[in-house]
């Protein structure tokens, strides 16, 4: 029989990942956390480890993305308050994106899915795409939101691409010769 891949799941009593479980269970090796063990309906979800990922201090989880083949990022704070608040809640999620992709990368994991949202672009679908001023938005299009929500997620995907690429260097901006070659290839790449 096949060794079953190691996958951690953040956000695993959500509503997302409670429709991906029950199939993942049979197929994978699950690491499963988030910030609470019981689902929306108050049921008990089995094998979920309670853990901050908002939390700087990221010794005290990373030992969870230790082995692991792959991680799928579900997890997510819910915004309160006033629109023009909820920057802090989707900041926290941004920081949280950060910290499942740096214990990621600490641990050696080579792909991570992170659930991004058509929310990222919402700007085109309202100001362009329901004004019939734009028929379909190119993939190459920059993200523009018109909200915390959708800049989160822009954001997710940009944090993603710089992982991906493996561009965690000083930046290109000369100051340790860099100037020309930019950032790519001084870290190690992700998947």
Known sequence: MAVKKRLLMTGAAGYVANQMLHRFRDKYELVLLDTSTRNRNGEE????NV????DKDRSVYSHFFDGVDAVIHLAYKRRSGQPLDHFFD????VQMAYNVLRSSYDSGV???VIASSNHAADFYEHALIHGRMLEMLDPYKLALSDNFYGWAKASYEHLGFLFACGGMGEGGDGASGNLVDGNLNTSRKMG
Not at 45 to 48: D, M, P, Y
Not at 90 to 93: I, P, S, T
């Open 45 to 48: 979800i089995e094998g979920v």
């Open 51 to 54: 853990v901050d990922l908002i």
């Open 90 to 93: 989707e900041n926290q999620n």
């Open 110 to 112: 080579d792909r991570v």
